[in-house]
């Protein structure tokens, strides 16, 4: 996916060691992560998360206050926030099965650097396209909401000034063009000129 400009990322760490951290922090690299947090509890992370939204979450389980399976499931249907758990190999199976529903993203340990990579690759991959998509529904919501407030403005128009529909809409671009304002000030303006 082509970039106009590459939009900053953010990424935490909950529970690694200084190994592991400092591959995963290799991993990230080039990928212009701009903040890297490390936690080392799931209570710790979570509080983080409430301050800020972060791209990745990357959880090395078992932590210290909890497995981490519960962790990361909470993390993706509260957050919009990608998650990876790297858990010991004997339970990864059952841990996969537990949270791959929830979007979860699951490697065994200990974890190829490689398969890190392109884990995390992917990852920021995926949230990038729903980056994309969420600015999409704002643009569409917005201009939704514009046209509402344009369609008031022309009943009213219709309503009180006995115009037809063409010229309501005529009326609202040709005054909205001579005061070099949006046609969605001049329907508000309208709106509160005749109500």
């Known amino acids: 996916m082509a970039k106009d400009i590459e939009r900053q990322k953010s990424i935490i760490i909950v529970g690694g060691t200084e190994q592991f951290n400092t591959i995963v922090k290799k991993a990230v690299a080039g990928e212009n992560f701009t903040s890297i947090e490390i936690k080392r509890s799931a209570n710790a992370a979570r509080r983080l998360l409430m301050e800020r939204s972060y791209d990745l979450v990357v959880i ?11 962790f990361a499931m909470d993390v993706c249907t509260t957050y919009s926030s990608s998650v990876l758990i790297v858990t010991p190999n004997e339970i990864m199976k059952d841990v996969a099965d537990y949270v791959t529903d929830y979007g979860v993203m699951v490697l065994a340990k200990p974890v190829e650097y490689d398969l890190l990579k392109r884990a995390v690759k992917f990852m920021i991959a995926m949230q990038e396209r729903l980056y994309a998509f969420d600015h999409k529904l704002r643009t569409l919501e917005k201009r939704l909401n514009e ?4 369609g008031r403005a022309k ?25 070099g304002i949006t046609r969605k000030l001049m329907a508000e303006d309208i709106i509160d000129d005749l109500t």
Request: proline share 5%; glycine share 8%.
């Open 60 to 70: 090395c389980a078992p932590l210290p206050d909890e497995m981490g399976h519960q």
């Open 155 to 179: 009943c009213l128009l219709i309503e009180k000034k006995g115009m037809t529909e063409a010229e309501a809409h005529r009326y609202i671009g040709k005054h909205a063009m001579d005061e």
């Open 147 to 150: 046209e509402k407030i344009i």
